[in-house]
């Protein structure tokens, strides 16, 4: 199974993102994905999830300010961040679960991307 995310960069606060995570020799369509995120001296965090038949759950902290969709066709999850905010710097982890639970950790994980956003 091989995850590989893209799409972080350097935003000011206030401006958007897509990240990207192309999944491959797995499933896809029948595992949930989900986005998590790691800020320095922090624990990885869940920031959004989403299921085969498409639910989606959200942290409190991004609630209404980033969407995750995903693509089975392009075997590809999104999360479209809106709104940027400093405190949502962080190195960003797709994560794939197989047991395609809603808010379920899986075993797989990305090598991260790197969202920097400044003030």
């Known amino acids: 199974v091989k995850l590989v995310e893209s799409g972080g960069g350097l935003v000011q606060a206030g401006g958007s993102l897509r990240l990207s995570c192309a999944a491959s020799?797995?499933?896809?369509?029948?595992?949930?994905m989900g986005w998590y995120r790691q800020a320095p001296g922090q624990q990885r965090e869940l920031v959004a999830t989403?299921?085969?038949?498409?639910?989606?759950n959200y942290a409190d902290s991004v609630k209404g300010r980033c969407t995750i969709s995903r693509d089975n066709a392009k075997n590809t999850v999104y999360l479209q961040m809106n709104s940027l905010k400093p405190e949502d710097t962080a190195v960003y982890y797709c994560?794939?679960?197989?047991?395609?639970?809603?808010w379920g950790t899986g075993t797989y994980w990305g090598q991260g991307t790197q969202v920097t956003v400044s003030s």
């Open positions: 994560n794939a679960d197989p047991l395609n639970r809603p």
């Open positions: 020799g797995i499933i896809f369509s029948i595992i949930a």
């Open positions: 989403i299921t085969s038949g498409g639910s989606t």
